[in-house]
């Protein structure tokens, strides 16, 4: 019951562009209430401007001049602003879809006059969370785009940077700042891979440990859901680098290819680094599975050398329990000791069978 | 027994086309005794026609003048017609043959004056049952005919659009007509697979919750046997719809081949998720097991304790239950008690031992 | 012991080839004492001819003429007729070989003059038993040579549409020919993959339905067997189709393509069903583990239930058996039915206790 | 400790070649005592000599006539003769490292004079035991050198048919002689296959007639293990033969390719079968898991019959064991005979209860 | 919480680099406090020269000669001596960040002046633990740096091959001398391959003596992950080597690149290895499943054989402890020894029942 509402509200969610026309730019997504901010950064080698506004018309400004821009913004709800902007920098409207719709998968697409980046940024928030968010890029001659959905501080290093003007950024054309950019993104994706390896290590080590509880297959579950959720996320990465790196538009210098070369090479190592826990947490499983049986075959060698042991003796001490008349050893004066004595070497008799058993 | 009507129903179905000389446009399928309905929207920027009609004549009308048709045929099992409309069309014998299999798999075939797409549709219909029905769509200059095998309200978004005169649709020509249609199907993948995840995450509660009877495993069998269901009706459709981008017809204008991009896109997402989902529903599969192992634990574990406290205990009060004449502590006048008083200290010695076992 | 029989009767087939120089033609195969019976249909639009005849020389008449003929020969434990009808048609050595190989698997190879393919076909016969047998199929200008192991009837509905006037494959040249000879092959591998379907499900009802019996892992393997050896004989006619459609050869004209190309797609689809119906199969032998365990679950616990019930009673009227001479409780008159009382509350408590375990 | 030891040799082995410069020929294997042997077969359409000899300056004469030559070189450990006719056939270094390293995998090397391929040859011996042999394979221009460790028979049936003046092999040039030698080892591969068919059948019979020992789990994976070892032996003859097929070398003339093919289809069908045979051992394992646990149930079935009938009674006539002073029903004549009619009853009542649980 | 740490430390170590511009050289290892020694091996086919020093600049003397130089650098975190070697000989800032990010997975850049490899060395140093390395090779004209994290010994070999002047290796170019290098990393993988077989055969046999201890799902799981880790290790080199053979660069030889083939040789055979290694890792946790239900089923048989047998018994002796007045057998004056013989009856019944079953 408790589980249907979340169901809905997705359902909802979806509803909203269902049945619409292709190209209805409609927001899709979670983050429906904030409002649209604003943020260039408009450099030269030389001079060095910041501009914060909420007003989408301070962005057009920046446009043909020599300067490099760069232009965040952040809320994604406002569909009528992301419009405006995606008219001004002649963006295709299918394109505004994607910038809206969170549930876009990463992918690249190359125009005459920009080329057009949507990823999922993967982060540990300031408190500390584990947050997906949806990020297009539009990198053109002189500026780049990015919208996001909610204003983080994953850019933080770069925004020093670019203040710092002897850095390689201030330096460089706008490509360097669109690498620089996917540059932030992916060490991200390492820090949540760690992360993520950590968790397997730590489930590791419960099991070792025979820490063991009933909420553990859960924990091995949600982790590989998790995984799951992120190999999706980083899989068509891939492609979109290597599209970035065979392309032959005039928008990436051939000096700078390395750099999304090197871009490459990190996309790959996440990868593979993913395969890794993916394989470890399936293992996980197995060892559960293991841990379980042996614990089974633990008790049931407990109840088995008990009951071996004394259902036997108490047949015996049934039997002296009859009440037949004619049973000699009753009279006998020494039978109780006797029976003693038997009863304790049967006993040593079971140990010695157990202790061969290696059950002891 | 009862199983075994429904499979001998099967073989008759079969048996329709059996031995028949290939290219007899024989109806398989389920719904034979619809009558053939017929929905004509002819329309241009300016003007809008709608007509239905039962009478396949009807549709010739419309073809050679410059307006663009939407020609929707419901009913597959009167091949009659659909032969007629067929030789109108210039339409090959196999691919007639294509239309009226609804076992056939999507795929594409490219003629000179038109395209021939055949595809699964898949949605919740007004009582939302899960269906699957097979639909052709043949896309030539001017024109657009598909082939449904029952009347469905998947395309009433696209109705209501094409009778707006302002959009996009009632602008463009046939091949947006095309992808429009596309659409709305491929949209309605994305309910199902939706749909789907709502089930495998209600499993997964029932399991976590212990709700857990008998009727899971076929609940994760038949979940399994959907998914490859679904999954091999969106396996082909990667292929068609790369085929249609990379195709050099003129069928379909450069400027609109974007739109297939989108659809490209959508139809990867799609598989994805499927994926992801027939991972977790196997990964569901093994927490049922490891549920399974953990209720066999805890039954063993109270037979393992009530037998190891109370089958010691019978034996040592079987042992004053015996009948020999000489017991000396049967004599004495505290044994009673004493005797109660060592049942109590092993009673708990065992609890402190279960403690430790971690079985308490 | 028994089953050791059927692999020396193996050994000695392999043997027969062993050692021996390629190109040596020798009949591998169990049909050894079949004689050779051939079939001719030699038929142009107009006329049409049917000879069966027992001398391979019969077959020589109609090469040559502008006439389509079909000559199947079946039995092919005469190699010496195989060799000559293969001298007499230009065939290769090697390709004879392979003719009479039964465990050849299927492959084309193209020649100047004629196009060899390799099949293997099922059906169910007469006696609706599942056969697999070895087909050959020369397709050159104007002549098709087949040979078979055995007469069987899956040709039986072409030979009635070529004794018809009007069927296509009179008024179509020799490569049409060849299309409905594997058309008929390829349709008896849907009625094999639906017949396995079938026993799949039932199989899955005697799971659901708990009429399970201990053969059901037999049942399984057996399957499983024979979805893989299936498996391995459509594997390769993916390429062998692939590649005629692909082949400039002459022999088959370009308007027949389409044919063949539909050919191709049959084959998809088999082997799609193929996939699927094999993860079900490793999907019911999961369902099965977890059947036994549910079932062993079911034991567990009502032992667990008489155990936990009776045990710690039996102890009690132990403890009263005790032949102390001081027990207070023996002495006072409402002991007897005050223990009762107490036994009853026990038990109570008990089944309270599992009815809240949800045992009971 | 008594496995230790073939790992130190394992060591010892590698530590040969450890660390020397590449290119060094030192061999590596285990049969070091074994002399150097050759056998010289030399022959035209009309002539056919035989030499045998220990000298490897016996092999030189015959470089250079018109003749075609099979020097056969048995006893790899001597590797100063193997380097000696490698500087006469003017054959590379690395290719001679290459002859005496048994862990080398199959490969293909083209030089201009030769073609150089290495194999694993794998037979039964004389007392039927499985060996794989390490084999090279030199094929020139009027010669084939073959290297092997051990002379075996398997090239025997080879023998005699170079010795029938009528044979192909005597009429064609050398490299239908290469040809004749890897059709031999690969025929030897089929029996291989064959056997392990027969194994995998064993063992599948074993499990079926309960004649479970533990041991099976040790047959399965030595089974597992065996068959990994060929199929890295036959993973790399695929590209091999495929290599030798598209080859432009003149050292094969084009009307012999079709053997070559022949052969590329053998290897084909071997690895298909092995995947089979893999996945029927993987198949295995799950048959033998659900073997135990059904074996686990029908113990616990009968544990839990007998303590479910026994324990209640043992508790009733605990009851009248009793030494109270006021049971009522201990003074009443009937009470033994009523007690055993109440007891037969409850026994009748389990035996049902049972028969409906379908346990007995 | 004694876990935590090191992933702690892990984090401080990646956080070196985050959010730093790319291209900047930090050290990422941990091997922080090793000071940079440099070995440069300085010859030509008459003369040898070898240099030990602390000063980078001691490195810059040889270039431009006609000589061939190797210069081997210990020790990796003071950034700024690499840095200054990387500017004197023209490398790429990127590159130098990949020689000290010791995270970096295997790869390869060629440039104009020079061949850039990074590989993972793996072996066993002289304490025999297991180590893997980190190990950057850049191949120019006449000499070949390497950049190591720690002097090790792995090339000791060659050192002393260098040595020699009559070695190939002195005879040969640069590129020789890069062979050389990757010739021996490669070997040491070849010794740890053989080790991981060691320690699979080892738990092997261990799962076959029956010494399963609680260790070996730990010890397998151990294994897992360390093959998990090498794989990822040799995964890149196939391509890695591969590029190089495909190389147009003039840096190395034709003649050599039958070398670099003899590698790649090396490369896929390691591969295969550890593949087959893999699948028998899984098959170890398979076969410990089965050890641990076999184990199980042993108990359960003592259980049941031991309770089957005198819960019956005990019943019957129960029943004539009964005290009912009127029990005629207890006055007969045979009755306990006719009883004794109807229970060694009974339990002779039921030994003769569990031989029936197998069980004894």
Chains 1, 2, 3, 4, 5 share one sequence.
Not at 179 to 201: P, R
Not at 275 to 289: A, C, F, H, K, P
Request: proline share 2%.
């Amino acid at each position: 019951m408790k589980r249907k509402q979340p169901v809905k509200i997705k359902k909802t969610k979806l509803a909203k562009s269902f049945g619409k026309a292709p190209g209805t730019v409609v927001y899709i997504g979670e983050k429906e209430h904030l409002s649209t901010k604003i943020e260039i950064h408009d450099y030269t080698k030389d001079s060095y401007n910041i501009t914060e506004t909420d007003n989408i018309e301070d962005a057009f400004v920046f446009k043909g001049n020599d300067h490099t821009s760069w232009i965040n913004i952040n809320g994604l709800s406002h569909t009528k602003e992301i419009t405006r902007i995606g008219e001004f920098y002649g963006l295709h409207p299918l394109l505004l879809e994607d910038i809206v719709n969170t549930n876009q998968r990463a992918k690249i697409e190359e125009y005459e006059t920009h080329i057009f980046l949507v990823l999922k940024m993967m982060y540990f928030n300031k408190k500390q969370e584990f947050t997906v968010e949806h990020i297009s890029i539009v990198l053109g001659k002189g500026y780049v785009i990015t919208f996001q959905e909610s204003e983080e501080d994953i850019f933080d290093p770069l925004r020093s940077r670019i203040s710092n003007s002897k850095s390689r950024i201030r330096n460089s054309s706008s490509d360097y700042l669109g690498y620089s950019l996917l540059d932030a993104v992916f060490d991200n994706y390492f820090v949540v891979i760690e992360h993520l390896g950590d968790k397997v290590e730590l489930l590791e080590d419960e099991l070792f440990n025979e820490k063991t509880n009933s909420n553990i297959t859960q924990d091995i579950q949600s982790l590989k859901r998790e995984i799951l959720r992120i190999r999706r996320s980083v899989l068509p990465l891939r492609e979109v680098i290597g599209r970035i790196i065979k392309s032959e538009t005039d928008l990436i210098q051939e000096k700078n290819k390395d750099y999304f070369r090197d871009l490459y090479d990190h996309i790959i190592h996440v990868h593979e680094n993913i395969d890794v826990y993916r394989e470890m947490i399936w293992g996980l499983m197995d060892m559960y599975m293991t841990t379980i049986s042996n614990k089974m075959n633990g008790i049931m060698k407990v109840l088995t050398i008990i009951s071996t042991i004394f259902i036997p003796l108490t047949f015996i001490v049934g039997v002296y329990g009859m009440n037949f008349e004619y049973i000699p050893e009753l009279k006998w004066k020494y039978s109780y000791y006797v029976l003693w004595g038997i009863m304790f070497l049967l006993f040593l008799a079971l140990l010695i069978f157990f202790r061969k058993k290696k059950w002891l």
